[in-house]
């Protein structure tokens, strides 16, 4: 292939590019490893399921599989449903099918829920009441005295699918601490940066001991020996393939495959507030069983020292996407929490754009709530818009989660985008506590190859063509050029503030095709 000399130079076949990972793929959940639960009766719901397993044909799929369907009309459309609907139509059913037809038990380790099924468990005393913060109305009726006591039920459908085989709900009758059901449960895969693989699953059936942490009323601990000592081998993880729209669904299951992520191009955003800096450090909970430590600034030291761009903002300006000339891949940020608050509150993800596999993780209570046509609460952005935007993969709470049991973006963006984990096995080393709020939305076999940026890749697709020259022939030459058209910036390679025909050297000495390699500098 030759390089012409002209602006308007034709190029010809262009190969993709992928440098040496500075991450690596860990033995990653196995497709035969996933039940896939689906409800035929819902809209789309058929449709959804066939393009997730036209993406993992290795999923068996056949009659008496790993595809269960709930089948189930009195679910459709239903985004809140009572903790024994739960049992007796999501759980029981799910159990049954491993115990007789489906695979083993001990032979799933994710489960995935495609769109159509409900969301949110609602508590078993005081149905709403995970929809009532502290500030909302009269104290006593919200949220925080319900967990002081020891009586919150309300919780996720997947996180109580997480611990499938638990009856959390036995001894329920409305008291302090009376089932597992009450509150929350450490989780003992959080923090975790080895595969799930590596935990034994053949005691999952078991019912566990769990412990009254501190005598305090505010979560069960892990305690027991042996079977009934509840371990990382003991959990299933749930996500969830879901959206605003069928279509959205779609998308992301299209986006979360054969990631390449660019280090050096795509941009981690990190949008703290100095009115509430320490919000994110689980350790202000006290006693810190929970603790993992400052999040945004760990989060900001460990993806930077693996030379990923990460833009850290601890002040009270809220960071908008007109700001960022590059895609986003990973977003975390307070959100409307800021002070003051993002100018079109739950609209400002639109004003971002997101690289194919963005991660969304934000300090918004109600951030995954807006699904089964649910809505969104006191303006909060939402995952489900998130995936309207461009998004991929995220993490959210259908209740109020209580601030300290979010989960930690230190363990999350490090095992996804470094350590090689599934999105499955990074979500959940991220989450704090088990049958609580939590929601987790992606492809739970997705996992992404780590790649140094071409220099000159300006639409961070992996390889340099003609699609990148015509983004350089749109940036104005001249020594106002950067501050005329922030994109621009990033076509001045020799970083003398214009742009030129030193710059389209540059541009043509990293086009590359089959036989010729990009010059050593391009990377």
């Not at 793929?25 to 639960?37: D, E």
């Not at 115990?99 to 159509?116: C, E, F, H």
């Not at 959210?396 to 230190?410: I, M, Q």
């Not at 499955?424 to 929601?439: D, K, Q």
Request: contains cysteine; proline residues 5%.
């Amino acid at each position: 292939m030759r390089h012409g000399t002209s602006f308007g130079m034709a190029i010809a076949v262009i190969a993709s590019f992928m440098a040496t990972s500075a991450g690596f793929v860990q033995a990653a959940i196995n497709p035969s490893q996933v039940l896939v639960v689906y409800n035929s009766q819902a809209p789309d719901g058929q449709t959804i399921l066939n393009a997730y397993l036209a993406v993992h044909p290795d999923i068996p799929a056949g009659t008496n599989q790993n595809v269960f369907d709930l089948n189930d009309a009195s679910l459709v459309g239903v985004a809140d449903i009572t903790y024994a609907d739960f049992v007796s139509k999501i759980r029981d059913p799910i159990r049954a099918y491993l115990d007789s037809v489906g695979p083993t038990a001990t032979s799933i380790i994710s489960i995935v829920l495609i769109r159509g099924i409900p969301h949110r468990i609602e508590d078993t005393d005081r149905a709403n009441v995970g929809d009532v913060p502290s500030w909302y109305v009269n104290y006593q009726d919200a949220i925080p005295p319900e967990f002081t006591n020891g009586d919150v039920t309300c919780a996720s459908v997947d996180a109580e699918l997480v611990l499938l085989w638990q009856d959390l709900d036995d001894g329920e009758a409305g008291g302090t601490m009376d089932s597992h059901a009450d509150n929350l449960i450490d989780n003992p895969y959080h923090q975790s940066s080895t595969n799930i693989q590596s935990f034994t699953r053949a005691n999952i059936k078991a019912q566990k001991t769990l412990s009254d942490i501190g005598n305090a009323h505010y979560a069960w601990g892990i305690a027991g020996t042996n079977t009934r000592r509840l371990t990382s081998g003991d959990i299933y993880l749930v996500c969830r393939i879901d959206g605003t729209t069928a279509a959205d669904a779609l998308a992301i299951i299209a986006r979360a495959q054969d990631l390449a992520v660019n280090r050096r191009y795509a941009r981690l955003i990190l949008d703290e507030d100095d009115r509430a800096d320490g919000l994110d450090d689980d350790a202000i909970f006290t006693p810190p069983v929970f603790g993992a430590g400052a999040d945004y600034e760990e989060t900001r030291d460990l993806m930077q020292a693996n030379g990923w761009n990460v833009l850290y903002d601890a002040t009270d300006h809220f960071i908008e996407g007109g700001e960022i000339p590059r895609p986003v891949i990973a977003y975390s940020s307070y959100g409307t929490n800021h002070d003051p608050k993002p100018p079109s509150l739950d609209a400002y993800i639109d004003s971002f754009v997101f690289a194919r596999g963005a991660i969304f993780n934000t300090f918004e209570s109600y951030n995954g709530r807006a699904f089964n046509g649910l809505g969104t609460l006191f303006g909060q952005e939402q995952i489900a818009d998130f995936i309207s935007a461009g998004g991929t993969f995220g993490i959210g709470c259908v209740w109020e989660p209580l601030s300290v049991f979010l989960a930690d973006d230190e363990f999350l963006w490090p095992n996804f985008l470094v350590n090689g984990l599934t999105w499955a096995e990074a979500a959940y080393s991220s989450i704090p506590a088990l049958s609580w709020m939590h929601i987790v939305i992606g492809d739970p076999l997705a996992h992404v190859v780590t790649v140094n940026q071409r220099l000159a890749d300006l639409d961070a697709d992996n390889d340099v063509d003609q699609d990148d020259l015509a983004l350089f022939e749109g940036c104005t030459t001249g020594p106002s050029a950067v501050s005329m058209n922030p994109d621009c910036a990033d076509t001045d390679f020799d970083l003398d503030d214009d742009i030129d025909m030193s710059d389209f050297a540059t541009l043509q000495l990293c086009l590359s095709s089959a036989d010729i390699p990009p010059a050593p500098a391009c990377n």
